[in-house]
């Protein structure tokens, strides 16, 4: 075990590195870049020793990962942004092909106005693609994140491609320490890679002609049931992590002082770090509050939120909205509470567009929800 | 050059596809695949051929077969390529296979960027010069003047010169051919195949639905294309380019190429040059242009 101390970019490129992935496929984007320049480094020093393909756009890049994929090789790629929304049609062909690619996305700010800090409107926006979807806070979380994923991708009970978020420069671009396995605890984890299905000329099958009616509901019907399945083997992929490697990131949710709490705030990613030094000061000023961090989106946690909405109120806080409609996250656990609570859930939209939200906001936004006195979905230190 | 007696009796295209009678895709196929054997892996995006492989859980093809979305085929096959590198699997050939939209037009930008990556593949675009899965809309490839169904008094604008777009990558092996010539067609697939890099080969498709011509004479369209110069037989390899057959003679003066009219006269797509009455200003520009793009071919390849 070495500590590496490297931003969040450099750490996830090591991780995919050390997955061993037979064909990376990635087009530049800031603020994905150091990523990929990170890979290409692995590759001129040759510690990488598949193939690294330089793709002409992203489009491209998830098309050359579907390929390779189909082709029987663990493939990995990374983007952000309009990275992400360009793929937006392979990222469907991916999910319906039941091709386990890894990827990182790097949640950033759509344009226009060209915006290259954070928000997640860009994953959420492909929420419904049927990828697997993380939202990592910590470095160390995305180490193992990725390496995780890459096993769960690839379970025969899933095979489905999988993507991990985090958010531009506050994780992409950050220093944080991160405990490295050695070479062979990653290698007797994920084991050889097994393609479930795979061009092959010993047993030449047609690959996504035309389907009729009936034959495509199962498709769509067998995709939500490895879903559903991944809630189980989420947790579980990540306890045999933890007995490789001593970490544990693996609930759908991490919990944090959650005990006795009236009050549970719900946010994601660099925000849900953030969230428990507010938590903590909370706490000392003597409010009953706890805290649940979404680190999976899809497949939705339903199950655990319905659980938290019988102990306490919920405050969600959302970096990204659904134009028109709310929050996704507010709207998603309000859903899931449907019949089964009667709890006060207050929402707020936080951060769009890169703003800050430090602890002290978040400490100032469940005050308001605690109090009674915020609308029913407020935007956070919106001037008029 | 191999004769047509000698071919491989091997099928990888099977009876009972779903293709319209007439279909100059099929032929293509049939001579593809039995130039390039059944250690092929082909990717496929969305053309005629995606339909003519029949419907799930049946196929036409006794190789493999990827489909991919329309403007992906090279980038996909750019992965299937990595991945059999990683495998040791050099013997195996990787074909992209994709209609004149899928390569003018929606692909063109995956299709650089392979062939610049010198992605060892050969990328076939069999050209019936219009959309013709989605029902006859026009494409880069449509000739001037011909009806569609977005051009329905004629296209407006000139084809694309697709080849000198390829040409300009330098890549090891381009050509052009034409399913009338099986002969040409088994030998250039064949020559791909033993290169190494990206190759290029554009196959072009006589399309009787497509252009209003008869279904029995999908053949005879494609040489009379050739006999006008609107179509020509060529290869270049390594940036020696080498016209074949009747193209070179005409490039050589030493046959009079036939008018273009005595090609499309024959083809509903161009009826209303003639009907009612003849539209001499187009059928003239057609001729004109014919004439300038071989002069073209002169200048660049004779130097004269």
Redesign the interface.
């Known amino acids: 075990m070495t500590i590496m101390i490297d931003t969040g970019n450099r750490i996830a490129a090591k991780a995919a590195i050390m997955a061993k992935p037979?064909?990376v496929?990635a087009y530049p984007i800031t603020p994905q870049t150091t990523l990929v320049e990170a890979i290409a480094e692995y590759v001129a020093r040759g510690e990488y020793k598949?193939?690294f393909?330089?793709?002409?756009?992203e489009?491209?890049?998830m098309?050359?990962?579907?390929?390779?994929?189909?082709?029987?090789?663990r493939?990995f790629t990374a983007t952000s942004s309009h990275g992400l929304l360009l793929m937006h049609?392979?990222l469907h062909?991916a999910a319906l092909a039941r091709l386990p690619v890894v990827m990182c996305n790097i949640n950033r700010v759509i344009g226009p106005g060209w915006n290259i800090w954070t928000d997640e409107n860009d994953s959420i926006s492909q929420r419904d693609t049927g990828w697997i979807q993380f939202y990592c806070s910590s470095n160390q979380e995305i180490f193992d994140t990725v390496i995780q994923s890459f096993k769960l991708a690839e379970h025969e009970k899933i095979v489905l491609p999988v993507m991990i978020n985090l958010n531009a420069f506050i994780l992409s671009h950050t220093s944080m320490p991160a405990e490295i396995p050695e070479q062979r605890v990653v290698d007797e984890f994920l084991g050889k890679h097994i393609a479930h299905w795979k061009?092959?000329?010993d047993?030449?099958?047609?690959?996504?002609?035309?389907?009729?009616p009936a034959?495509y509901y199962k498709v769509r019907r067998a995709m939500q049931q490895s879903h559903l399945r991944a809630k189980k083997l989420i947790p579980q992929i990540a306890k045999d992590w933890k007995k490789s490697s001593g970490y544990f990131h693996g609930d759908l949710l991490e919990y944090y002082k959650c005990e006795g709490a009236e009050d549970i705030l719900l946010s994601m990613g660099a925000i849900g770090a953030e969230s428990k030094i507010a938590i903590n000061e909370l706490q000392n000023e003597g409010q009953k509050i706890g805290l649940a961090r979404v680190r999976v989106l899809r497949p939705f946690p339903t199950e655990e939120i319905i659980k938290l909405g019988k102990q306490a109120n919920l405050i969600v806080i959302d970096r990204n909205i659904s134009v028109g409609l709310e929050g996704v996250l507010f709207n998603e656990v309000k859903a899931a509470l449907f019949g089964t609570s009667d709890i006060k859930a207050t929402g707020f939209i936080a951060g769009l567009g890169g703003k800050d939200v430090t602890y002290k906001d978040i400490k100032s936004m469940c005050r308001k929800a605690i109090q009674g006195t915020s609308k029913a979905q407020e935007w956070y230190a919106m001037e008029d | 050059m191999m004769r047509l007696k000698d071919f491989p009796v091997d099928e990888c295209l099977l009876q009972g596809n779903a293709a319209c009678p007439g279909c100059p895709a099929t032929i293509g196929l049939r001579l593809v695949l039995k130039a390039l054997g059944?250690?092929?892996?082909m990717?496929v995006p969305a053309c005629c051929t995606?339909?003519i492989?029949?419907?799930?859980?049946h196929?036409s093809?006794?190789?493999?077969?990827?489909?991919?979305?329309f403007?992906?085929a090279?980038?996909?096959?750019?992965?299937?390529?990595?991945?059999?590198?990683?495998?040791g699997r050099t013997d195996?050939t990787v074909v992209a296979w994709a209609g004149d939209g899928g390569t003018y037009d929606i692909g063109l930008?995956?299709l650089?960027?392979a062939l610049?990556?010198g992605t060892n593949f050969i990328y076939i675009c069999y050209n019936n010069q219009i959309y013709s899965n989605t029902g006859i809309q026009r494409s880069g490839a449509t000739p001037y003047a011909a009806w569609t169904t977005t051009t329905v008094g004629g296209k407006n604008e000139l084809r694309k010169e697709m080849g000198d777009i390829i040409l300009a990558h330098h890549i090891p092996y381009a050509a052009q051919t034409c399913i009338s010539y099986p002969e040409d067609v088994f030998s250039k697939v064949t020559k791909a195949k033993n290169i190494k890099g990206p190759k290029y080969i554009e196959i072009l498709a006589p399309c009787p639905p497509g252009w209003r011509f008869s279904m029995d004479k999908t053949v005879e369209m494609g040489r009379m294309a050739v006999d006008s110069g609107a179509w020509a037989l060529w290869e270049c390899e390594n940036d020696k380019m080498i016209f074949n057959g009747k193209s070179k003679l005409i490039l050589e003066k030493k046959i009079q190429r036939k008018p273009v009219e005595d090609w499309i006269k024959y083809q509903g797509r161009f009826g209303h040059l003639f009907r009612p009455q003849r539209d001499e200003k187009r059928l003239k520009a057609i001729e004109e242009y014919v004439d300038s793009l071989w002069d073209r071919y002169r200048k660049c390849y004779l130097g004269k």
Request: glycine fraction near 10%; charge should be negative; proline fraction near 3%.
């Open positions: 037979e064909v496929a598949g193939e393909i330089c793709v002409e756009s489009h491209s890049a098309c050359a990962c579907i390929g390779a994929s189909a082709a029987g090789s493939t049609e392979m062909w061009s092959d000329i047993n030449p099958t047609t690959f996504g002609n035309i389907i009729g034959y | 059944k250690k092929t892996i990717v995606s339909v492989e029949s419907l799930y859980p196929t093809f006794d190789i493999p077969v990827m489909n991919i979305a403007e992906a090279a980038a996909g096959a750019s992965g299937v390529e990595a991945s059999l590198r990683q495998q195996i930008q995956a650089s960027g610049e990556r």
